[in-house]
């Protein structure tokens, strides 16, 4: 028999390969937008009602704000000022990026020549020191730059950054700690609480000052 009949009875079919499909797979998306979300609450239950909106299969929890927008539980705002001293030194880039890196909100942001009267009604708590009057004369003495700060737990935070009154006493790494010597020269001013946070914006910056944000980088931030 010819060798290649043989070999044609003996050799098997080769297998048929069949397609197979597999059922749609549902992902989430990688972001969902709070906008969305927030115009998409129930009449009337802005600004008290608690959402969950799944970003990257992980729960972001806030409330809506009567503005629409979702907004942390804690969120903050902290005034925060460059002395002068900190201004004539050239720290400005330096003192801001640490609240960026830290991963604050910058709400307002001016250069600004601080008047007597605003001075004393600023460090008006201190008024019966006896430093008082050096104090203000100092404050006023060269240009401040005024930033109202935003974010979650920021007063105590922002107090953390900058550390101690006393410059020595401040620990390493904070603002004071790595950029300061003296008390009276101590470059930088935080607010003590959230209420006086408020308090401070309020008196620095003038109505329409203030800038309303969102940054893209919040869903990397916060939960």
Request: glycine share 10%; with cysteine.
């Amino acid at each position: 028999m010819d060798a290649m009949a043989v070999l044609a009875r003996t050799s098997r079919p080769a297998p048929t390969l069949l397609a197979t499909t597999s059922p749609a797979v549902s992902r989430r998306p990688a972001a969902v937008s709070f906008a969305a979300a927030a115009a998409a609450a129930p009449p009337g239950s802005r600004g008290r009602v608690a959402l969950s909106a799944a970003w990257g299969g992980r729960a972001a929890r806030g409330r809506v704000s009567a503005a629409g927008r979702i907004v942390a539980s804690s969120v903050e705002q902290s005034y925060i000022m460059i002395k002068p001293d900190g201004v004539q030194r050239g720290l400005v880039g330096e003192i801001i990026s640490r609240f960026e890196k830290k991963g604050f909100v910058l709400k307002g942001l001016k250069l600004f020549q601080c008047p007597k009267d605003l001075a004393q009604e600023h460090y008006k708590d201190l008024k019966e020191k006896p430093f008082f009057p050096g104090l203000i004369e100092y404050i006023t003495s060269g240009p401040v730059v005024c930033m109202a700060w935003e974010g979650d737990g920021v007063v105590a935070s922002a107090r953390k950054l900058i550390g101690a009154t006393n410059p020595l006493q401040a620990e390493p790494g904070t603002i004071r700690g790595d950029l300061a010597v003296q008390t009276g020269r101590n470059v930088v001013h935080g607010s003590d609480s959230p209420d006086n946070g408020k308090r401070e914006i309020a008196l620095w910056f003038k109505e329409g000052e203030l800038c309303e944000w969102e940054s893209v980088l919040t869903p990397w931030l916060v939960e």
